[in-house]
Nanobody
Framework: VQLQASGGGLVQAGGSLRLSCAASGRTFSRYSMGWFRQAPGKEREFVAA????????YYKESVKGRFTISRDNTKSTVYLQMDSLKPEDTAVYYC?????????????????WGLGTQVTVSS
């Protein structure tokens, strides 16, 4: 499967962005999906994950209540709504797909990765 993330940009602290990740192929509903991020000089870290049908979600503690992951299997797309953004949210955001239906939080549990989209939050 190929993944294409979009929706990044420059926003002021307190603002919002909505990331999208479109997947190719006809088996999108079989995959669980995740969003990760990587800031300069830091390791890639988990942000949010969603299982195959959207019933189960997981979040990094620092984004709970501010970020929302969702998916539309009819459009083969996963979303990350980011509200109340902070400068520490600045990073390249990556979407990833896992060939198992259950959501996961570790990078090595994902099989496919998109190229990433830059999110910059100014103070």
């Amino acid at each position: 499967v190929q993944l294409q993330a979009s929706g990044g940009g420059l926003v002021q602290a307190g603002g919002s962005l909505r990331l999208s990740c479109a997947a190719s192929g006809r088996t999108f509903s079989r995959y669980s999906m995740g969003w990760f991020r990587q800031a300069p000089g830091k390791e890639r870290e988990f942000v949010a994950a969603i299982n195959w049908n959207g019933a189960t979600t997981y979040y990094k503690e620092s984004v709970k209540g501010r970020f929302t992951i969702s998916r539309d299997n009819t459009k083969s797309t996963v979303y990350l709504q980011m509200d109340s953004l902070k400068p520490e949210d600045t990073a390249v955001y990556y979407c990833a797909a896992r060939i198992y239906p259950g959501a996961a939080q570790l990078t090595n549990e994902y099989n496919y990765w998109g190229l990433g989209t830059q999110v910059t939050v100014s103070s």
